[in-house]
Structure formats: C-alpha cells, structure tokens
Nanobody, 114 residues
Framework: QVQLVESGGGLVQAGDSLRLSCAAS????????MGWFRQAPGKEREFVAA???YYANFVKGRFTNSRDNAKNTVYLTITRLRPEATAVYYC????????????WGQGTQVTVSS
C-alpha cells in the first residue's frame, strides 16, 4: 500500500523557519522524483518544488527541497516565512522522467501569522 505522510506543519510567525517532512512507503522511493505543492484557501493547488533544483518563482531562494533515501523521506525547508505562505502543503511522487505525479499525500497545514 502506497503512502505519503506529511508532517511538520503548524502555526508559526512571519519570519520563522519550518521543515516539512514527507515519509514514503509502499513503492521504490529511490526510483521516484519527489515534489511539493500547496493550496491556499480559495485558490487552486500550485507547484512549489520538484527534485532539488526546480522551484516556483515565488520561492526566491527561501525554500529547499531535499531527500534522505535511507529514510524514504523528503523534506521541504522554508525560511523567512510570510503570511502568504499559509496553505496546505502536499508532497507527491512521480517516476523518474515521467511528467505526472502518481502518488499524493494528505497534506499538512502551514499557517503563518503576521
């Protein structure tokens, strides 16, 4: 059974840092690229980061996507959080060289207060 379980979200203040985790199981983690998406209230889900080199324009160097294959876990580290970062953050997995994501997590809420 494939599972992606995000954690690490919560209520933080503007300017704080946060590290989200996504624990994967049920598939060959090392054969998949991992990405992050987010959905803010009233908005569509949007791309945040993929692999370790592709980031949305709004990231501006404040987000880092990394992974630990030994732990089957991917991380999204966010620094200098802004209130507009408030959203549910999702991790997703896609086979290497594929364009679509096969697996999605349930999301973790990040709320940034000003």
């Amino acid at each position: 059974q494939v599972q992606l379980v995000e954690s690490g979200g919560g209520l933080v203040q503007a300017g704080d840092s946060l590290r989200l985790s996504c624990a994967a199981s049920g598939f060959t983690f090392s054969s998949y690229d991992m990405g992050w998406f987010r959905q803010a209230p009233g908005k569509e889900r949007e791309f945040v980061a993929a692999i370790s080199t592709y980031y949305a324009n709004f990231v501006k160097g404040r987000f880092t996507n990394s992974r630990d294959n030994a732990k089957n876990t991917v991380y999204l580290t966010i620094t200098r959080l802004r209130p507009e970062a408030t959203a549910v953050y999702y991790c997703a997995a896609r086979p290497r060289a594929a364009t679509g994501y096969d697996y999605w997590g349930q999301g973790t809420q990040v709320t940034v207060s000003s």
